[in-house]
C-alpha cells in the first residue's frame, strides 16, 4: 500500500464536516470505517481511519485528487471525538447544499462568506474554530493509504 501525506484542507472542509454531523450524514460502520453522504445525497464516501498508525482513506474528491484531508474525514474524526465539536455552531450548519453553493461560487472563500452572512454567524468565532481544528488536523500528521480503489466522481 502506498502512503502519502495529506495536507491540511481549506478551511471551508471543517465547517463542510461539521455540516454532515448536524445533518446526520456519518454512519460509523465500524472503530475504523464510515460511511458520508454528500450534501446533496447523490454520493456516498467511504472512510477509513486508523489512527494508531495516523493513516487514513477517502473516496472524495479532496482526498483522491488534491491530497488534503477532506471533509469526510474529518467529520469521522468529529464522530470519534479525536477533533473539537463546536455544537452552537454545528446546529448553525444544518442543511446547507454545500455542492450547490461550491459549483454556483466556486470559491471556497467566498461560500463562507455567504454562509456566514446568510446563517448570521459571529465570523470571529467561526475563524477560531476552524483555527483550532486544523491545529489538532496538522499535528495528528494523517497519510493517506490506498485503502479504497475507487475512483470519485470528479
Excluded: C
Excluded at 47 to 74: A, C, F, K, L, Q
Excluded at 94 to 120: C, F, H, S, T
Amino acid at each position: 500500500m502506498s502512503s502519502n501525506y495529506l495536507k491540511t484542507p481549506p478551511r471551508i472542509k471543517v465547517l463542510e464536516a461539521l455540516g454532515a454531523l448536524a445533518d446526520g450524514r456519518v454512519e460509523e460502520v465500524n472503530e475504523k470505517e464510515a460511511l458520508v453522504r454528500s450534501s446533496d445525497g447523490t454520493r456516498t464516501y467511504k472512510v477509513y481511519v486508523d489512527i494508531s498508525r495516523r493513516e487514513v482513506d477517502s473516496t472524495d474528491n479532496g482526498t483522491i485528487y488534491r491530497g488534503y484531508v477532506g471533509y469526510p474525514i474529518i467529520s469521522f474524526l468529529m464522530t470519534k471525538r479525536l477533533l473539537p465539536i463546536n455544537e452552537k455552531l454545528m446546529q448553525s450548519l444544518r442543511g446547507i447544499p454545500w455542492k450547490k453553493l461550491n459549483e454556483e461560487y466556486k470559491n471556497y472563500a467566498k461560500v463562507m462568506e455567504v454562509i456566514i452572512k446568510d446563517r448570521e454567524l459571529n465570523e470571529t468565532e467561526v475563524n477560531k474554530y476552524i483555527d483550532q481544528v486544523l491545529s489538532v488536523l496538522r499535528r495528528m500528521n494523517l497519510k493517506r493509504v490506498q485503502k479504497y480503489h475507487e475512483v470519485a466522481e470528479e
